[in-house]
């Protein structure tokens, strides 16, 4: 692990300076550059932190005004919501120099008072640090001693500062150091592993890295070993598969211990889309799919078929702590960056001095020393203009004027005129989760899906969907899929509603077709109780709906919306249902109203 997370300190210095400090944006209307849509005016200061993306509908910011010999900050941390609303400030105290010290004393309006340092926001909790004390007297200077503590969204003391380190939260668990061991705690502060392990990686798809001694295992979350420390380094699990380092080489095993890809490479990254970067001796990257197959490698591109000599090579890369992201990887030819799908093919031709990669349908790219953001057309959406820029995190992006951060809208954001009368209503409803209302034109992932449903049942039936398995005597099970542990997968999944894919696997990322969408909303329908009473619907295309999803295809198409009289599904044109076509977002969402207003 020592190894993998020099790369991914690295990776991180890299990231911060390409994506979390990207450069430059600007909307586009009707094909020419316009004034970019605002939605928090350029006032704060972000520092190598990077406190930029929103996660479940805030972020964490500075207000300061920049002077030409430095910066002034006017507050302390702002926990802020998607118009800027400050929901609590947390402000710094410059005067506690060698004043009294109670570790994690908070004043009576839950404002943390002494304080060092804020992160971001990670699974809902935002990790902190304070100067530690010395018979009650503050010690400044240094890095160290620190202790580290949580709060919540809210501003709300969570976990008492009272560790020696601690990661971020990930997946209800934050792995902390006590004395020189690491163990984990869960939101409420209380230890759920003992401090035991000399490093730890974060829990991901129920697992985390350990290191004992010079080896690393994995263990679950009751902190039994499910793969014997036998690795001399070990990173995440990311769709099944972790890299793991032995005899000086990366492979990767899946979360039975066993080898998938046997240990071959300098440098293993996880996987993504299907896909993994990994990077030989040379340091030469290239993509390998699950089966360790190289499908995507870089060339030595010789157009004229000549000798190196000649100096008409061009050296492909990629975007090595990028990866693929949206089914698109950057990709640089000589100087020139452009993107590659899934297949190897260049689908944005090189062409930028630098490239991000793509979030929400948009990605950051720098052209003329300024960044701006394309589609995955390569059209030109928000033209270049700011210095530095971030990537879109529900629906938001940070961008830097004349060296303040604010925040600017994706204008992928809007629903298509036809769509927004009933996703306005799917909103009043509440339809629609939070973190999902961005893209709307955005084909929808099968973990969106999900969601979606799993809130479509809640709603409906107005109890939550851990009490509606209770009365069916379902639990969750952590076990069905090898990529994901997502709860709301995992409670569509013992609802009926969605399956996997074959081999343990139920690719959340993926995109769902409209035969597959019918399927699940058949299903879903199923749950509330709703049949049909429209009869059967017959399509022009009818050949073409694979032979297991005719069925659900007839149902949704003859289930009726009562307030509009609409098909829950209904045809695309022409009387054609297509059902291998993509669903999107705003899609989804008009299907979920309609089958909540069915009867």
Not at 178 to 201: E, H
Request: net charge negative; proline share 4%.
């Amino acid at each position: 692990m020592k190894a993998q997370r020099f790369f991914i300190i690295i990776g991180i210095s890299i990231l911060l300076a390409q994506l979390f400090c990207l450069s430059t944006v600007q909307a586009q209307e009707s094909g020419t550059s316009g004034t970019p849509n605002f939605a928090i005016e350029p006032q704060y200061y972000m520092d190598i932190i990077g406190r930029i993306p929103f996660e479940e509908g805030v972020s964490i910011v500075r207000k300061a005004r920049k002077f030409d010999r430095g910066w002034a900050f006017e507050s302390g941390y702002q926990i802020v919501d998607r118009s800027g609303n400050v929901l609590t400030e947390i402000q710094i105290d410059p005067g506690l120099e060698g004043k009294e010290f109670a570790l994690g004393r908070f004043d009576k309006v839950n404002k943390l008072s002494r304080f060092d340092h804020l992160y971001l926001v990670s699974d809902g909790m935002i990790r902190f640090n304070v100067y530690a004390e010395d018979n009650g007297k503050l010690i400044y200077g240094g890095y160290s001693p620190y202790k580290f503590g949580f709060i919540n969204t809210k501003g709300e003391l969570a976990v008492i500062p009272k560790f020696d380190d601690a990661h971020d939260f990930k997946e209800g668990m934050a792995s902390v150091l006590v004395g020189d061991k690491y163990g984990f705690i869960d939101k409420s502060g209380s230890v759920v592993i003992q401090p035991q392990y000399d490093a730890t990686g974060d829990f991901s798809e129920g697992m985390a890295a350990v290191q004992q001694g010079k080896k690393w295992g994995y263990v679950d979350k009751n902190s039994k070993e499910i793969v014997a420390p036998i690795f001399d380094d070990a990173s995440d699990f990311s769709e099944g598969l972790a890299p793991v380092k032995r005899s000086g080489k990366w492979g990767y095993i899946d979360k039975s211990g066993n080898e998938v890809i046997p240990p071959q490479f300098d440098r293993a990254y996880s996987f993504n889309n299907g896909l993994a970067l990994v990077a030989d001796s040379r340091g030469v990257t290239s993509f390998i799919n699950r089966s360790g197959t190289t499908v995507i490698y870089p060339k030595i591109l010789n157009e004229k078929k000549e000798q190196r000599e000649t100096g008409s090579i061009i050296l492909v890369t990629f975007g090595e702590y990028f990866n693929f992201q949206e089914g698109y990887a950057p990709l640089r030819m000589g100087n020139k960056w452009g993107f590659i799908d899934v297949t190897g093919k260049i689908v944005i031709q090189p062409q930028y001095e630098d490239a991000g990669g793509f979030a929400e349908g948009l990605a950051a790219v720098k052209k003329n020393g300024k960044w701006g953001y394309i589609d995955k057309l390569g059209k030109e959406i928000i033209a270049p203009q700011f210095s530095k820029a971030s990537f879109f995190a529900e629906g938001l992006a940070g961008v830097e004027v004349d060296g303040l951060w604010g925040y600017i809208s994706n204008p992928l954001n809007t629903p298509s005129d036809w769509a927004k009368t009933e996703i306005e209503t799917a909103l009043s409803l509440k339809l629609i989760p939070d973190p999902l209302q961005f893209g709307y034109e955005i084909n929808i992932t099968r973990a969106e899906f999900s969601s979606l449903v799993v809130r479509l049942i809640e709603v409906k039936t107005g109890k939550s969907i851990s009490a509606l398995l209770s009365e069916e005597n379902k639990t969750l099970d952590l076990e069905a899929f090898s990529d994901t542990i997502d709860p709301t997968i995992l409670a569509a999944y013992s609802l009926g509603i969605v399956g996997g894919k074959g081999d343990g696997i139920f690719d959340p990322k993926g995109d769902i077709t409209r035969q597959e969408a019918a399927v699940m909303l058949a299903r879903t329908a199923k749950v509330l109780g709703i049949s049909n009473v429209g009869g059967n619907v017959n399509y022009a295309d009818d050949e073409n709906i694979a032979s297991w999803a005719k069925d659900s295809v007839s149902l949704v198409s003859s289930i009726k919306d009562k307030s509009n009289q609409s098909p829950v599904m209904g045809s695309t044109g022409n009387n054609n249902f297509s059902p291998k076509d993509s669903y999107t977002k705003q899609q989804a969402f008009i299907t979920m109203k309609r089958l909540f207003n069915a009867n």
